[in-house]
């Protein structure tokens, strides 16, 4: 995946540096902080790697980006408990198997019962 022509591990370092550059040279970021943006913007190019090639792993990607985007949160001083934390993700992850549950299937052939129905009755065959 080649993002404005150029690979995206590429793009990563170059921030890495003049993040580094930066906070050597007045930015008040400390090395926690750098960190977490790191992460999280390394978890950006997983998520877009995801849906460009298309390998399915798009919710995964995008629950460990929302991971990564609270870690950073807490780095810059939010305060949250654990419970809250918690509870963030599970909207998080909750959300994610509601838009992308259609977009999962199983690796297991489909049984006869799955195909049918107990409260509404197959229609009648014509002989």
């Known amino acids: 995946m080649k993002v ?8 990563l370092a170059f921030i890495a ?14 090395s926690e902080q750098q ?14 790697t995801a849906f460009v090639l298309k390998t399915g792993a798009a919710g995964a990607a995008i629950v460990n980006l929302a991971q ?3 870690a950073l949160f807490l780095a810059f001083g939010l305060e949250m408990s654990a419970e809250q934390q918690a509870m963030w993700m599970a909207l998080v992850e909750g959300a994610v198997a509601l838009v992308l549950h259609r977009e999962v299937t199983a690796p ?8 049918s129905s107990p409260v509404r009755p197959a229609p009648p065959q014509s002989v």
Do not use: C, H, N, W
């Open 108 to 115: 297991v052939s489909v049984l006869p019962i799955e195909q």
């Open 17 to 30: 540096v003049a993040l580094k550059l930066s906070s050597a040279y007045g930015l008040d970021v400390t």
């Open 35 to 48: 960190g977490a943006i790191m992460a999280v913007l390394s978890l950006v190019v997983a998520v877009i």
């Open 68 to 70: 990564g985007a609270l």
């Open 4 to 11: 404005f022509g150029r690979e995206p591990v590429y793009i």
